[in-house]
């Protein structure tokens, strides 16, 4: 094995990187260190990228063989990441479903619109205002034609839709979870659409959407495209493919239901599922990837599609996480930090990797330059573009990274992460020294507390109150 590096070892202790030394879990292959991210200056394409983001459902930080989770196996994933740029501290923008989808939409935090400040989203009233600039309808702008499949949850028909938001045509479902076989979702309704009607498909969802994003990427478009393909793998119902008798039964379970309660239940799957399971699950997602990327390949568009993969936000019960503390809906790291890798062989070199911290609203700012798009000055973006960073060789932005999620609070500068928990307790941390949160350095350094806080609640004075925090007419 070469010689590691003193920073690199600390990417294997700290960052997770097992995988990129180690090969894939259960083997034995050798694969050359990771080096520390450079850009390529001048290495222009001369075109515009094909923009492919495939966003994973609940996928913990560490569930990817190349993030060393040491019992699933991820060859294709780790073989992405060995052609580009690996992230350690990449992060999403909400610890759950639905605000993480509008500030990876909008380029701004959840908290600036109305539909962003449902936790996840869970009824008809709520949805992305279709007036909202979006990532898509700024692309569309330049001549770009865009897709969703997949994972919208950001609003259902009548009134919101992806086709309302920008993008050309959208195959997948509205809501936030769906029963993988009967495609009956969160409110008890089938929930597999082709542009705004019903497309009937009984087969296990994964297999269905990767069918339709191959078919995507093999077209002969004649112009830039973006493509959101957005899995609901791994999150609940626990269900593999042929598992067709216990989807069954959850799918009688959601069709006898009485109430949204019961719909719930049914759904969170709190019965079944186990780390074997899970396991299948993602490495069922790993292998739906590899039939996209191969797609691409055959295709001739590979060279200048930039392809970026992360998940909505942290691990749910059966993630592997070590060694961040919390999960999904919390904004302790294991909530909110995320496995993250982009590829884009025409401008960016592989076997690379970046602990620059970052979070979804940035790329929507960066993929917006490199697509030669202009934000919509009426709708500032909270996030910073990367650009500079990745292509020309500039120093990495600086700022802050800040969360809001109701009864918590985050805010990340540098190495430095000040956090409030549901009980309405301040912590601070040095995430360079103690990623998993465990040493409170809060008494010990008051004035930086203090700094943080003061900074977070000035972004919040910024957002849009919960409705039911407003205060009420006299």
């Known amino acids: 094995m070469p010689e590691i590096s003193r920073r690199a070892l600390g990417a294997l202790v700290g960052g997770g990187a097992v995988?990129?030394?180690?090969?894939?879990?259960?083997?034995?292959?050798?694969?050359?260190?990771?080096?520390?991210?450079?850009?390529?200056?001048?290495?222009?394409?001369?075109?515009?990228?094909?923009?492919l983001v495939i966003l994973a459902d609940d996928l913990g930080w560490a569930d990817l063989s190349c993030y060393g989770a040491p019992h699933i196996s991820t060859p294709n994933l780790d073989r992405l990441a060995r052609q580009g740029v690996r992230f350690t501290d990449a992060y999403s923008g909400s610890a759950t479903c639905s605000p993480t989808r509008f500030s990876l939409y909008t380029g701004r935090y959840?908290?600036?619109?109305?539909?962003?400040?449902?936790?996840?989203?869970?009824?008809?009233?709520?949805?992305?205002?279709?007036?909202?600039p979006t990532l898509a309808s700024l692309l569309a702008r330049t001549g770009y034609a865009t897709a969703l499949i997949g994972k919208w949850h950001c609003g259902w028909l009548p009134d919101f839709s992806p086709t309302k938001s920008g993008w050309d045509e959208f195959f997948g479902n509205f809501g936030g979870v769906l029963e993988y076989y009967s495609k009956l979702g969160q409110l008890g309704a089938?929930?597999?659409?082709?542009?705004?009607?019903?497309?009937?498909?009984?087969?296990?969802?994964?297999?269905?959407?990767?069918?339709?994003?191959?078919?995507?990427?093999?077209?002969?478009?004649?112009?830039?495209?973006?493509?959101?393909?957005?899995?609901?793998?791994?999150?609940?119902?626990?269900?593999?493919?042929?598992?067709?008798?216990?989807?069954?039964?959850?799918?009688?379970k959601i069709r006898a239901a009485k109430s949204q309660a019961e719909i719930g239940r049914a759904l969170n799957h709190y019965d079944g599922g186990s780390v074997a399971k899970y396991t299948q699950m993602v490495q069922s997602l790993d292998a739906a990837v590899g039939e996209v990327l191969g797609a691409l390949r055959r295709s001739g568009q590979e060279e200048n599609t930039l392809v970026l993969f992360a998940s909505d936000n942290g691990g749910e019960r059966w993630s592997y996480l070590w060694p961040l503390s919390g999960g999904k809906s919390s904004l302790q790291e294991g909530g909110i930090r995320v496995p993250a890798?982009?590829?884009?062989?025409?401008?960016?070199?592989?076997?690379?990797?970046?602990?620059?911290?970052?979070?979804?609203?940035?790329?929507?700012?960066?993929?917006?330059e490199l697509a030669g798009a202009r934000p919509d000055p009426a709708y500032p973006l909270d996030g910073t573009s990367l650009a500079g960073y990745l292509l020309r060789g500039e120093e990495p932005p600086v700022r802050d990274l800040f969360w809001r999620v109701r009864g918590n609070r985050a805010l990340r500068r540098g190495d430095w992460k000040y956090h409030r928990d549901a009980k309405g307790t301040d912590h601070l941390y040095n995430l360079a020294e103690d990623q998993r949160e465990q040493a409170d350095l809060a008494p010990d350094r008051p004035e930086l507390l203090a700094e943080l806080r003061a900074a977070w609640e000035k972004t919040d004075r910024t957002l849009l109150p919960y409705p039911d925090q407003r205060p009420q007419p006299s």
């Open 19 to 51: 995988g990129a030394v180690a090969g894939t879990a259960g083997t034995a292959e050798a694969v050359p260190v990771e080096r520390p991210f450079r850009a390529r200056p001048g290495a222009a394409s001369g075109q515009r990228p094909n923009i």
């Open 110 to 132: 959840p908290g600036r619109t109305e539909g962003g400040l449902a936790e996840p989203i869970a009824d008809r009233s709520q949805g992305l205002d279709p007036n909202h």
């Open 190 to 252: 089938y929930d597999l659409y082709e542009g705004d009607a019903e497309y009937k498909d009984l087969r296990y969802y994964t297999t269905v959407l990767t069918e339709r994003a191959v078919e995507y990427v093999r077209r002969d478009h004649g112009r830039p495209w973006l493509l959101n393909l957005n899995f609901t793998t791994p999150h609940w119902p626990w269900l593999a493919e042929g598992d067709e008798e216990s989807a069954a039964g959850i799918a009688a």
């Open 341 to 368: 890798i982009l590829r884009w062989p025409a401008r960016v070199d592989g076997r690379q990797v970046s602990h620059e911290p970052h979070f979804s609203p940035d790329w929507t700012a960066t993929l917006l």
